[in-house]
């Protein structure tokens, strides 16, 4: 069994190095302060006891924390994941940590997270939320933490945030496959609720409207992941023939990837011969897919920077900050799936 001893305190490096509380505190955050000699002493002591301070008690009484939250709607999305490497990657420049929550999209989880992470002192919070969360933005900020929001549109009275024009994004997308010769496209994604997947709806819905004789069916789903993907995938297989969509714009790449399995895995559906397919996100795995999938390309990694970079610029410079909303434009990559 092993054996969990109680770790060795400041007092016992003082201890064994024959100093006082006060140089071993200069040691640990002053080391100028104190001369060669003694400083190798508490080093040694140091190692030597295997002492490891307690940074979350230090930050504590200093009132600053080196970590700030990140909140993600849901970590099993690649997506998702690029944004928290991207956040990541420009928090480290400036000696801070991200802590990570994922809400796996449920409003308890959400609301645990930022009373958790305020409760942990973080420097600040970014959160990719599922709805409207102005109201708990604006009692995070009354005491003290700043937030931004990624991947969401805010008003900039209250908060920065970092998002894509999902607008211009599935107009873009459904262009696209009108271009290349589809009048009837079908739409698949849901909920409605995310205001992202609404969007992208609209934007499809506009560049149908401009197109005489395309039709444009909405396929809801209640999630988008692979699995409720593949099940509206077989619900289109049994359709008869003349019944089926000739495109299908699907509202992100998970959904995408698990209609292709339906329809490739038992070669009943040929890709892009039969149906044309586009996806939303391009994740990593949309260039490796079956057929290579085509996708909106909206930077995830872009999102996470981006978030992180406005939110030090509001704990650094707390008085002459201004909060933005930014909004970058999507890009459209082309791949087998559509050509």
Do not use: W
Request: net charge negative.
């Amino acid at each position: 069994m092993q054996d969990f001893r109680a770790r060795p305190s400041v007092q016992d490096v003082a201890r064994l190095a024959g100093v006082s509380l006060g140089t071993v505190s200069n040691v640990l955050n002053n080391p100028g302060r104190v001369t060669p000699g003694t400083l190798a002493k508490v080093t040694k002591a140091i190692d030597q006891l295997g002492f490891v301070r307690n940074d979350a008690a230090r930050q504590l009484k200093a009132g600053k924390s080196k970590t700030i939250g990140l909140i993600l709607l849901d970590s099993a999305n690649p997506f998702f994941s690029d944004l928290a490497s991207g956040a990541e990657d420009e928090a480290l420049p400036h000696g801070h940590a991200v802590i990570i929550g994922n809400t796996a999209v449920k409003q308890d989880r959400e609301a645990n997270y930022l009373g958790l992470f305020e409760e942990q002192r973080v420097a600040g919070i970014v959160i990719s939320p599922m709805g409207d969360v102005t109201g708990e933005v604006l009692k995070l900020r009354d005491r003290g933490t700043p937030a931004v929001l990624a991947d969401r549109k805010a008003d900039p009275k209250i908060c920065c945030s970092v998002s894509m024009d999902d607008f211009a994004g599935g107009k873009l997308a459904v262009q696209h496959l009108l271009d290349r010769g589809a009048k009837r496209i079908a739409f698949v994604g849901g909920p409605m609720e995310f205001e992202q997947i609404a969007q992208r709806l609209l934007g499809a819905k506009e560049a149908v409207a401009s197109s005489p004789g395309a039709t444009l069916e909405v396929i809801p789903s209640q999630d988008l992941t692979v699995l409720t993907g593949r099940a509206i995938g077989e619900q289109i297989i049994a359709r008869p023939r003349e019944e089926r969509p000739r495109a299908i714009f699907a509202a992100n790449d998970l959904l995408a990837v698990g209609l292709m399995q339906a329809f490739v895995v038992e070669s009943r559906i040929r890709i892009p011969e039969d149906i044309m397919l586009i996806g939303y996100d391009d994740i990593d795995f949309a260039s490796a897919a079956i057929v290579p999938l085509s996708s909106v390309n909206q930077n995830a990694k872009l999102l996470g920077a981006k978030a992180v970079e406005l939110l030090f610029d509001e704990i650094e410079n707390p008085e002459g900050h201004q909060h933005q909303a930014l909004v970058f434009q999507p890009e459209l990559v082309v791949r087998a799936s559509s050509s």
